[in-house]
């Protein structure tokens, strides 16, 4: 705890702590003291020494930018001298400075001009000199272009990129006035620059400016900004949007809020292009004679409510399922929940979670009674130690990754396991590289090592695991035969490295847990996590602040989509459908007959595929999914859909799976609607309107409710979205004290029951949610996989995202900045095997599995083993899950998109 302290400024007593900065402090008390180089997300640097004042005691002028406060300061911030050596410091600022503007950027010098009478050039003493020194423009990067004439060396980009982002990739190049920003060693497009712009956000004076739209609009002119939530992955960046007629026209991070505090990645502040583009859908089409034509919404909605009722009066209730998505809002997935449930009279409703994270949720909720991440997104930055395993986090979560690469600057440990290079081993102590799908072998020789060494937290073992040291004992006895050696011989991991990596882990002070989908995208998925979990409750890593487990989430609702109820087993709040007096609650809150909701578990995502395939399944109502292009293998999915009496997808954009459809609906983005979703660290963010929806694209909740009532099923009635979530409140208890008004500046994490609750940082503090209230041990044994690499198929393929593109590419492949950066696809190859087929880097290829082929060109590096390979999802011409598999994970469900065996040729 900071000390409170008082001190002085220009004879105004202001009470603070100690040790905070004195120009923040000064400015958050209405004192303007000037200042070009000072960020409060920055170190300070005196660059710019505009901030200059005097302190009693010291000598001369000093940089207030650079001091701290303590106790009795007494400041002089504004008298003759401070404003004389601003105006004059000012003048030589300008005499380096070209002083042209175009309006498209913030700039911080222009009102200071005003402020010291110099925006006239008759009143300045210093002559310019800008002209006369050798100038760089470099436009070469597709985000953004740098004019050093602009420059004033103040350092904000360089420690943006550094300290904010965690990149280093800003210099500066040559000597004295003629020193300039270098990304890398020459051209920005040829440097590691990634395209986030937070150098951009930051600079102070136009001279790192935006490049897109730049010559099309005016900041004068721009007609509003609005705070809203970053439609990608589960972060929750709050941003603000840029609206120019009608038209998003930029995208900046918005400061002082969590959980990004303005940071953004290249994809939330330049992949906005899709909202706007041409190919928006605009009307309701409906397929006639095997094409379609646009309809009207009553002749649409009819049919589909006509369709639903006569499946389901043939075939039963069990014959109709729905696709929810983790791409909408809370309120949306709520009322498609509730549609399914009441309406089709079933609960065969899921969606892409099943396909990411459902073995993790899946043993979460039996070992520690609750599938969410443990801890908040920042304390990725103050845990002493972070195992990171299958999780790519600087590509897929970018802005979490920036509080990893802060901590580590700050001297914490990372371990890093994936058997693919990622960027994150550029920063990681240890990088443990298992062969594909031997995680429990590894994480089972991980705890034999750290029970050998003693490393064992026999306090929490005793107090919060069920059957304490029992538990533990049966957990022992398995994993002795895990000794280094035996599971080397399995993994591929060096002995030595497992010791290291468990005494890191174990013996840490804190240790967090970031888990991915290559643990999760497996057929032995949950027993992977049954495993990771075993290892945090042997060290007692968890239910303390700054340690736990976290899955990040790779949509940006993906986990409140499955908290107001998108599942075929929970109702919201994740209460089981089979809580015969939860189901009384729900029913009577819709007013609806408890009789009528269905106490039977749903199909899951690949379970409603299978049905359909099997014609048990007849008609299918997707909302915002694409599973031609998300579930695994491919061929069969066509198949089932082609089998279907009837397919309605729900969408913005015609997909791969609507040219499948009878009917398609057009509906809004996430930059159209107001609303709410929860991110990866439980925080309830809100979505709020931006622009204006294309032609008759509708609400989807709006869609759902209009389709129930066709049907004959009366959903509720809600003026808008906070009507919905007030019901949401209501069913679901852990929202119970979350309103609008509460998440109107900035997100709430819950559970929060009561208007009076914070909200919870951190879970498991007291008690894990199991029904004992104790984390449950669940030993497991390392299983084979069933599919090997054979002669035929000789190379194991791994599949993953990429930092440049989104899932399946609806939105990010509509973007063309981000289409700059990665637009190919490509397989990644070991160089050894790449000799052996005789082929070279850029070939390409094609790649065959038992249940289909594509094409696609190869890259050859050492970033995966021998006899293993790696392939981004995103790219419809060479679709992945065209090799995948549909085996399942017999607890979760899930699919193995991380290990399908393939063999690769030159195409």
């Given at each position: 705890m900071k000390k409170n302290i008082t001190i002085t400024i220009d004879g105004k007593t202001i009470e603070t702590q100690e040790g905070l900065n004195l120009l923040q402090v000064a400015r958050e008390n209405g004192i303007e003291i000037p200042g070009l180089c000072y960020h409060k997300k920055l170190s300070p640097t005196g660059a710019c020494r505009l901030c200059v004042v005097k302190v009693e005691g010291e000598r001369g002028l000093v940089m207030s930018c650079t001091l701290t406060t303590k106790d009795g300061m007494k400041v002089t911030a504004f008298d003759d001298e401070t404003e004389s050596n601003r105006k004059h410091t000012l003048e030589y600022l300008l005499s380096e400075h070209n002083e042209e503007f175009d309006d498209s950027y913030e700039d911080e010098l222009r009102p200071l001009l005003v402020q010291y009478n110099l925006d006239k050039k008759e009143n300045r003493t210093i002559k310019p000199i800008w002209e006369n020194i050798p100038q760089v423009i470099d436009d070469s990067s597709p985000v953004l272009t740098y004019d050093s004439s602009k420059c004033i060396k103040c350092f904000r980009c360089i420690k943006a990129c550094q300290e904010v982002q965690g990149k280093g990739v800003l210099d500066f190049a040559d000597r004295g006035i003629s020193k300039y920003i270098v990304a890398g060693y020459g051209e920005w497009k040829e440097s590691e620059c990634d395209g986030c712009g937070e150098c951009i956000q930051l600079c102070p004076t136009g001279a790192i400016v935006e490049k897109p739209f730049r010559g099309e609009f005016k900041l004068k002119d721009i007609d509003k900004k609005v705070i809203t939530t970053c439609p990608y992955c589960g972060v929750g960046c709050q941003t603000e949007v840029m609206v120019k007629d009608d038209k998003i026209v930029r995208i900046d991070g918005f400061e002082g809020v969590s959980p990004n505090d303005g940071r953004l990645c290249v994809k939330g502040r330049f992949g906005y292009q899709y909202a706007n583009h041409k190919k928006r859908l605009t009307h309701p089409l409906i397929k006639r004679n095997g094409k379609f034509e646009k309809a009207s919404w009553d002749e649409a909605l009819d049919l589909i409510a006509t369709k639903f009722n006569e499946i389901k009066e043939k075939y039963g209730k069990l014959s109709l399922a729905g696709y929810s998505s983790a791409k909408c809002s809370n309120e949306e997935n709520y009322i498609f929940q509730k549609f399914i449930r009441v309406a089709f009279g079933n609960n065969n409703i899921d969606y892409c979670t099943r396909l990411c994270h459902a073995s993790t949720v899946t043993a979460m909720l039996q070992q520690f009674g609750d599938g969410a991440g443990s801890n908040s997104i920042e304390d990725f930055e103050t845990t002493d130690c972070l195992f990171v395993i299958g999780n790519n986090i600087i590509e897929t979560h970018p802005i979490t990754a920036t509080y990893v690469k802060r901590g580590k600057a700050k001297g914490n440990k990372i371990i890093v396991v994936d058997p693919r290079w990622t960027p994150l081993v550029k920063y990681a102590d240890i990088w443990l590289q298992p062969r594909l799908a031997t995680d429990v072998a590894m994480l089972n020789g991980l705890v034999h090592i750290i029970i050998k060494n003693g490393w064992i937290d026999e306090d929490f073992i005793k107090n919060r695991v069920e059957d304490g040291l029992k538990a533990f004992d049966t957990l022992k006895d398995l994993t002795d035969k895990y000794t280094p050696e035996y599971?080397?011989?399995?993994?591929?991991?060096?002995?030595?490295?497992?010791?290291?990596?468990?005494?890191?882990?174990?013996?840490?002070?804190?240790?967090?847990?970031?888990?991915?989908?290559?643990?999760?995208?497996?057929?032995?998925?949950?027993?992977?996590?049954?495993?990771?979990?075993?290892?945090?409750?042997?060290?007692?890593?968890?239910?303390?602040?700054?340690?736990?487990?976290?899955?990040?989430?790779?949509?940006?609702?993906?986990?409140?989509?499955?908290?107001?109820?998108?599942?075929?087993?929970?109702?919201?709040?994740?209460?089981?459908?089979?809580?015969?007096?939860?189901?009384?609650?729900?029913?009577?809150?819709?007013?609806?007959?408890?009789?009528?909701?269905?106490?039977?578990?749903?199909?899951?995502?690949?379970?409603?595929?299978?049905?359909?395939?099997?014609?048990?399944?007849?008609?299918?109502?997707?909302?915002?999914?694409?599973?031609?292009?998300?579930?695994?293998?491919?061929?069969?999915?066509?198949?089932?859909?082609?089998?279907?009496?009837?397919?309605?997808?729900?969408?913005?954009?015609?997909?791969?799976?609507?040219?499948?459809?009878?009917?398609?609906?057009?509906?809004?983005?996430?930059?159209?609607?107001?609303?709410?979703?929860?991110?990866?660290?439980?925080?309830?963010?809100?979505?709020?309107?931006?622009?204006?929806?294309?032609?008759?694209?509708?609400?989807?909740?709006?869609?759902?409710?209009?389709?129930?009532?066709?049907?004959?099923?009366?959903?509720?009635?809600?003026?808008?979205?906070?009507?919905?979530?007030?019901?949401?409140?209501?069913?679901?208890?852990?929202?119970?004290?979350?309103?609008?008004?509460?998440?109107?500046?900035?997100?709430?994490?819950?559970?929060?029951?009561?208007?009076?609750?914070?909200?919870?940082?951190?879970?498991?503090?007291?008690?894990?949610?199991?029904?004992?209230?104790?984390?449950?041990?669940?030993?497991?044994?390392?299983?084979?996989?069933?599919?090997?690499?054979?002669?035929?198929?000789?190379?194991?393929?791994?599949?993953?995202?990429?930092?440049?593109?989104?899932?399946?590419?609806?939105?990010?492949?509509?973007?063309?900045?981000?289409?700059?950066?990665?637009?190919?696809?490509?397989?990644?190859?070991?160089?050894?095997?790449?000799?052996?087929?005789?082929?070279?880097?850029?070939?390409?290829?094609?790649?065959?599995?038992?249940r289909g082929s594509l094409k696609t060109h190869a890259m050859v590096r050492e970033e995966v083993l021998t006899g293993e390979a790696f392939m981004p999802w995103h790219f419809h011409e060479s679709p992945v899950n065209a090799l995948t598999r549909s085996e399942m994970d017999p607890k979760s469900k899930i699919a193995p998109f991380k290990y399908s065996a393939v063999r690769i040729e030159k195409a």
């Open positions: 599971t080397e011989k399995i993994t591929g991991i060096p002995a030595e490295k497992l010791h290291a990596a468990a005494e890191m882990y174990a013996t840490a002070p804190t240790a967090m847990i970031a888990t991915g989908m290559g643990m999760s995208q497996q057929t032995v998925g949950t027993n992977n996590v049954f495993s990771l979990i075993n290892m945090c409750l042997v060290t007692g890593q968890i239910g303390r602040e700054r340690a736990g487990l976290n899955p990040p989430r790779g949509q940006n609702n993906v986990q409140g989509a499955t908290y107001v109820g998108a599942s075929p087993v929970n109702y919201p709040g994740y209460i089981p459908i089979a809580n015969d007096e939860n189901r009384k609650k729900v029913a009577k809150i819709w007013n609806v007959a408890y009789e009528d909701l269905d106490a039977n578990k749903g199909l899951t995502t690949i379970e409603i595929m299978d049905a359909a395939y099997d014609e048990k399944v007849k008609g299918l109502y997707i909302m915002g999914e694409n599973p031609i292009i998300t579930d695994p293998n491919q061929n069969h999915t066509i198949e089932a859909l082609e089998k279907l009496d009837f397919l309605v997808v729900q969408d913005i954009f015609e997909t791969e799976t609507s040219y499948y459809a009878d009917v398609i609906l057009p509906a809004r983005s996430l930059f159209e609607k107001d609303g709410s979703v929860v991110n990866s660290d439980r925080r309830v963010l809100r979505l709020r309107k931006a622009i204006s929806e294309p032609g008759e694209a509708r609400l989807d909740w709006k869609i759902t409710i209009d389709i129930a009532k066709r049907m004959g099923f009366d959903l509720g009635n809600y003026n808008n979205e906070e009507d919905i979530w007030n019901e949401i409140r209501e069913v679901a208890p852990i929202f119970g004290g979350i309103t609008y008004e509460r998440i109107d500046h900035e997100g709430v994490q819950w559970p929060c029951y009561t208007l009076e609750d914070p909200g919870a940082r951190t879970l498991f503090l007291e008690k894990f949610n199991t029904p004992s209230g104790k984390a449950k041990i669940i030993p497991v044994d390392y299983q084979a996989q069933s599919e090997t690499a054979s002669e035929e198929y000789p190379i194991i393929m791994n599949s993953g995202r990429m930092l440049y593109q989104y899932h399946s590419s609806t939105l990010s492949r509509k973007s063309d900045i981000l289409n700059a950066y990665a637009n190919q696809s490509y397989v990644i190859m070991n160089p050894n095997d790449a000799k052996r087929l005789g082929i070279s880097d850029g070939d390409e290829v094609l790649v065959v599995s038992p």
